[in-house]
């Protein structure tokens, strides 16, 4: 019933995203939406798309028309499963895990970690491009979330070994309820398994991130009950996320040499080219909100009840808000990109993630005076945009 209302009033279109050559290349169907409206009804996933910068914004700064507490999901079966983490709560709930979970991201307690993170940039830069051929992918990009970040987390050792296949397996089921997603489900049963009966006091690293939640959940600060799903909000975004993020880079600038040379020449433009990489490929391209009261986007009506995908992704190369947008350029001003979100939900581990991606850009422009691509494979995922191997072989300076 809903349904009909919706497809007399919105756009629609059959495109489904999801599809494996759309992932891939997902660039001309963010267009077509884009130029469809501020919102198009998706036949295939009875959903909104919102691929326009303003509507994604609209969307994700307004927690009480799309409350995050029903799931930020594309199914229903992983909606239920995050309920009640600090990905997925609104208001004062919110408030109290986000500020447990933030505690060690904050820029003033990352201070502590910088020189260890610039000293292991150092360390694996120096290493790979000793052997002018590597994988970006699984030898460069994992050097530092998973010595530095899993470390801080501090799981016990068996869990640090899966965090990377539970990150990209807990990520498919964000997506719509297709083959990616129901394969990825076994895999998000053992993360959710392992976060009750394993990350808990006694195993869990002493003084690390993990620990520090059912710290704050013994003096009070947050809901007990709430402690296994927050466990998550490490667990799932630390990893995968910070690593797309550097092997993203790599790709985009051994496509644009220019640009590269640009970094070698002055470095102080690494901090706009990490927000300029962002911008251009977001690690994480999209993810849902439930839409709470009828909503008015732009002239398209979102009644109550229905869903939307926000695409983090087409908003970043929207050309009403980025000028020439496809255009990688480390000088332009990206630092509005939503490749971290926006309002109440941006990501908390931000200012980790950029440390990480500066610090690694900072070492190879030290050290390499062209990077080419010798072979590349997509990684074929619901939400994450990345590569499962990118080898690449480097010119030293
Ligand atoms: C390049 C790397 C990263 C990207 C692209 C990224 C992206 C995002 C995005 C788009 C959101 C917003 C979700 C929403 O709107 O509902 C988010 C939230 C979040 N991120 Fe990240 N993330 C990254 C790294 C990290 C890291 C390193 C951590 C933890 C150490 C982290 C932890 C979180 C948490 C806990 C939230 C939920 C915040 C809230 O709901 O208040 N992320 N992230």
Redesign the pocket.
């Known amino acids: 019933m809903m349904s009909e209302i919706i497809v007399e009033r919105a756009p629609r279109s059959d495109i489904d995203p999801y599809e494996d050559n759309v992932l891939l290349d997902p660039w001309p169907m963010y267009d077509r939406l884009r130029d469809m409206g501020p919102a198009v009804w998706l036949d295939k996933h009875n959903m909104f798309a919102l691929t326009r910068y303003d509507s994604v914004l609209a969307a994700?700064q307004n927690d009480a028309a799309f409350p995050?507490r029903f799931g930020?999901m594309m199914n229903e079966e992983m909606n239920q499963v995050l309920r009640g983490n600090?990905?997925c709560s609104d208001g004062d709930l919110?408030n109290m895990l986000?500020k447990v979970?933030i505690k060690p991201?904050t820029p003033a307690a990352l201070k502590s970690l910088q020189d260890e993170v610039d000293l292991e940039a150092e360390r694996i830069v120096e290493r790979l491009v000793d052997r002018r051929t590597f994988c970006a992918a699984t030898q460069l990009a994992t050097h530092l979330p998973l010595t530095i970040?899993s470390n801080a987390v501090g799981l016990p050792e068996e869990g640090r070994e899966r965090m990377m296949e539970w990150s990209i397996g807990m990520f498919n089921c964000f997506g719509p309820a297709n083959g990616r997603m129901r394969d990825s489900l076994p895999v998000l049963d053992e993360l959710m398994t392992y976060a009750r009966t394993q990350a808990v006091p006694g195993k869990l690293k002493p003084g690390s991130w993990a620990e520090a939640i059912h710290d704050a959940a013994a003096r009070g600060e947050v809901p007990p009950e709430a402690v296994p799903v927050m466990m998550i909000?490490?667990m799932g975004?630390?990893l995968d996320?910070?690593i797309f993020?550097i092997v993203n880079g790599v790709w985009l600038f051994a496509n644009n040499p220019d640009q590269w040379d640009r970094i070698v020449a002055d470095q102080s433009l690494i901090p706009s080219a990490v927000n300029e990489i962002?911008r251009m490929e977001?690690?994480?391209q999209d993810?849902g909100r439930y839409v709470a009261k009828d909503y008015n986007m732009d002239g398209v009506l979102l009644p109550e009840g229905s869903r939307v995908i926000?695409y983090?992704g087409a908003a970043n190369r929207d050309p009403r808000k980025f000028a020439d947008p496809d255009r990688f350029d480390v000088s332009r001003n990206a630092a509005g990109h939503l490749?971290?979100?926006a309002g109440?939900?941006?990501?908390?581990?931000?200012n980790?993630?950029k440390l990480e991606m500066r610090s690694i850009f900072k070492s190879l422009a030290r050290r390499v005076k062209r990077i080419r691509i010798v072979e590349e494979q997509r990684a074929l995922h619901n939400i994450l945009r990345g590569f499962s191997s990118l080898t690449v072989e480097v010119e030293p300076l």
């Open positions: 994700l995050s930020v600090t990905l919110h986000r979970v991201l970040v909000d490490y975004p630390s996320t910070t993020g962002l977001a690690p994480i993810f926000a983090y490749a971290f979100g109440p939900h941006m990501c908390v581990g931000m980790l993630a």
